[in-house]
C-alpha cells in the first residue's frame, strides 16, 4: 500500500480514536459535576413520627446527608410535607393517602418500612384465636383510626359483631393501655410495638396471643402495610439522584437495625424514638421493619387503603389513589 492509500485509512481511523476521547472527557466531565453537586447539595430534611413508623430512620440520623427530625404527632408531619418545610417524612399508610389526596399527587410513596407491629396480647385471659374473643372486652386504642378499622374488619371476617358479640373499649392512648394490660386492668387488648414490650417489662404475664400482622395476611393475602416513606413531588423531579441515594441508605439503615438490634435499640432511645433502650430491643424484631420499593409497595398498601376506604373513606383522604401515588424510579 502506497503512502497516500496509508493516509486515507488513517485519517477516519485517527477521527474516530479523537470522538471516542472527546466523549469519555464529555462523560468524565459530566460525573465530576454530578459528584460537585452531590457534595454541594443541601442535606435533605427528613422527617419521622416516634415509635415503629421512625425505627427505620434511625440510623440515617447522624448522617451529614439528611437532616432528620424526629416528631410526636402526625399533624407535624402533614404541615410540614404540605408546607414544603420537609422533602421526605415517615408516616402511617393512610397518611400518606391523605397527603397525597390533600395536596393533589404533591407526595409519592417510596417506600414501605413497617408492616403489621400490631398484636393481641393477653393477661389473665389467653386468647388462642380470634374465636376466643366471643362475649369477651377487647381495649384498644385508635377508635376513629387504623386501629379501630383493622380490629373490626379482622373480627368481622371472622365471624364475630363488633358490639355484639365481642365488646370493644377504647382508650386514650396506647401508654395508658399499656399500663392497664400490666395492672391486669385489661386482660385482652390489641397494642402495638413498643408498647406490647413496655407492658411485658412491667409484667412478665403479659403474653402475645396473636398476631394482627399475620391474622390480616390470613384474611387479605396481603402484608399489612402500616407505615411507608414519603417524599415531596417536586423533590423527587428535582432530584432524582438524591432520592436513589436515600432509598439505598433507608434499606441499609433497615438492615442495620434487623441486625444490630441492641445499638439501634439505644439510638432509639438516645433520639426519643422509643421509650428506653430495654423496650426498644425487645420491640425492634416485632415491627416488622422492611424496605418494599417499586411494584412490591402496591398489593399492601392498595389492600390496605381498600379495607380502610370501605370503613371509612375519610381515613384515606377520601378515595384510594391510583398508581400516582407510588415512585416507580
Not at 358479640?165 to 391486669?184: C, E
Request: aromatic share 6%.
Amino acid at each position: 500500500m502506497n503512502t497516500r492509500a496509508k493516509t486515507k485509512v488513517a485519517r477516519p481511523f485517527a477521527l474516530a480514536v479523537l470522538f471516542l476521547a472527546m466523549a469519555c472527557l464529555c462523560v468524565g466531565c459530566a460525573q465530576a459535576g454530578q459528584k460537585a453537586e452531590s457534595a454541594s447539595a443541601e442535606p435533605a430534611q427528613v422527617m419521622a413520627i416516634n415509635g415503629p413508623t421512625g425505627i427505620g430512620m434511625a440510623n440515617l440520623a447522624d448522617d451529614s446527608a439528611y437532616n432528620v427530625q424526629f416528631v410526636s404527632q402526625p399533624d407535624q408531619v402533614v404541615s410540614a410535607v404540605s408546607s414544603g418545610s420537609v422533602d421526605i417524612a415517615a408516616v402511617p399508610t393512610n397518611l400518606a393517602s391523605t397527603l397525597y389526596n390533600k395536596t393533589q399527587g404533591g407526595v409519592k410513596i417510596v417506600a414501605v418500612d413497617a408492616l403489621g407491629s400490631l398484636y393481641l396480647v393477653d393477661n389473665g385471659q389467653p386468647v388462642a384465636n380470634l374465636a376466643d374473643l366471643k362475649g369477651k372486652t377487647v381495649y384498644a386504642t385508635g377508635e376513629g383510626a387504623n386501629p379501630q378499622y383493622v380490629l373490626e374488619y379482622l373480627l368481622e371476617q371472622a365471624g364475630l359483631v363488633p358490639g355484639q358479640d365481642v365488646t370493644v373499649t377504647y382508650v386514650a392512648d396506647n401508654a395508658q393501655l399499656a399500663a392497664m394490660v400490666a395492672n391486669g386492668e385489661a386482660p385482652i387488648a390489641m397494642l402495638p410495638e413498643p408498647f406490647v414490650s413496655v407492658a411485658q417489662a412491667k409484667n412478665a404475664g403479659v403474653q402475645v396471643a396473636l398476631s394482627v400482622g399475620d391474622l390480616w395476611k390470613q384474611a387479605t393475602g396481603t402484608d399489612l402495610a402500616l407505615g411507608c416513606v414519603v417524599a415531596r413531588t417536586d423533590y423527587i423531579d428535582e432530584h432524582p439522584a438524591a432520592i436513589g441515594a436515600f432509598l439505598s441508605d433507608l434499606d441499609a439503615s433497615i438492615a442495620q437495625a434487623n441486625g444490630d438490634v441492641a445499638a439501634t435499640a439505644q439510638l432509639c432511645a438516645d433520639k426519643g424514638i422509643l421509650p428506653n433502650a430495654q423496650a426498644a430491643q425487645a420491640a425492634i424484631p416485632r415491627c416488622g421493619l422492611v424496605c418494599l420499593t417499586g411494584d412490591d409497595m402496591k398489593a399492601p398498601v392498595n389492600g390496605f387503603l381498600g379495607v380502610l376506604a370501605q370503613s371509612n373513606p375519610t381515613s384515606v383522604g377520601g378515595a384510594v389513589p391510583g398508581d400516582g401515588l407510588y415512585y416507580k424510579g
